[in-house]
């Protein structure tokens, strides 16, 4: 298997706290590979890791078939990166910015500069000054420079924060142009699990410092495409009583203390929601759903089988 980005075993310690604990990742060329975890997974430690920013307590990183150390100089010259939040020169234009990078990297072509800043759409900005740009606009500046010098290896740390819907929608759609059209390999992290849906080939789901699993979006949600009926009401334990003895509902979950999801769909859910009714309960709403990649991560982070 053509694997770009492996990790064996890979374990951080800060003052005898494991961030990250024992991580064999892999990621093929050309993927679009997402880190989800919650705040405090090990993602962004991960990440440092492999951009060689910090370097593991135990375990091996390899880099295009290379062992990654600190003399790993040309192997880091074919990635770009975003860890955590972009910084740059305020004082200067982003143009001026973009050009600082590209010098500092022994990389210059005038005609990348206007390539990548119509790529991100900034290219009405690029003569503004970094402080006159918002939060948005910083963050398409910072992948800007993270392809300015055309990588085989892109790692974004959560590369849609501060973009409002229409930016959330460009970006995807230029992480799917760089891994198809340009062959580009990408590890982003986000917690917006709709989006990654959309746009990752595959996910890799941490907690406190493990990777727990390792799934493709199309074996883990496309295929499967999992139907149920989700039934919101404050009467939870009468409605799941009616379900079981009047309706011989077996296949349900009471997620929390006001919604169940139906997965046994046989009966149909008008007939649901009149024998509910009738029986003086009270729903707050009642909808058919398909699972997706939040209900898989969820799952997966309660330890529960998806295939119920």
Do not use: C, W
Request: glycine letters at 6%; a neutral charge.
């Amino acid at each position: 298997m053509n694997y770009v980005i492996r990790t064996v075993n890979v374990t951080k310690s800060f003052k005898e706290r494991n961030a990250v604990e024992d991580v064999s990742m892999n990621i093929k060329k050309g993927e679009i590979y997402a880190l989800l975890g919650e705040n405090g997974a090990g993602k962004t430690t991960l990440m440092k890791m492999i951009t060689n920013l910090i370097r593991p307590s135990i375990g091996e990183i390899e880099i295009f078939g290379e062992k990654l150390s600190v003399k790993s100089f040309e192997i880091l010259k074919r990635m770009g990166q975003i860890i955590e939040y972009p910084v740059f020169y305020n004082k200067l234009t982003a143009k001026e910015n973009i050009e600082l990078h590209l010098e500092y990297m022994g990389y210059y072509d005038e005609r990348t500069i206007d390539e990548i800043f119509k790529l991100v759409h900034l290219e009405e900005n690029k003569d503004k000054k970094v402080r006159e740009f918002s939060l948005g606009m910083k963050q398409r500046l910072g992948i800007a420079r993270a392809i300015s010098t055309r990588p085989e290896i892109l790692i974004l740390d959560e590369p849609i924060n501060g973009l409002d819907p229409v930016g959330v929608k460009e970006i995807r759609e230029l992480l799917k142009k760089l891994s198809k059209e340009y062959g580009m390999t990408i590890l982003i992290s986000s917690h917006i699990l709709g989006e990654i849906e959309r746009l990752a080939d595959k996910v890799g789901i941490m907690e406190k410092g493990r990777l727990h699993k390792e799934v493709t979006i199309e074996s883990s949600i496309r295929e499967k495409n999992l139907e149920y009926i989700e039934l919101v009401t404050k009467d939870i334990r009468k409605a799941a009583y009616i379900l079981t003895n009047d309706l011989k509902i077996s296949n349900f979950k009471i997620l929390d203390n006001d919604s169940i999801k139906i997965y046994d769909l046989n009966i149909p859910q008008n007939v649901i929601s009149k024998t509910l009714i009738l029986n003086d309960i009270n729903i707050e709403s009642i909808i058919r759903k398909k699972s997706n990649l939040e209900d898989y991560f969820l799952k997966t982070l309660r330890k529960e089988d998806y295939n119920v």
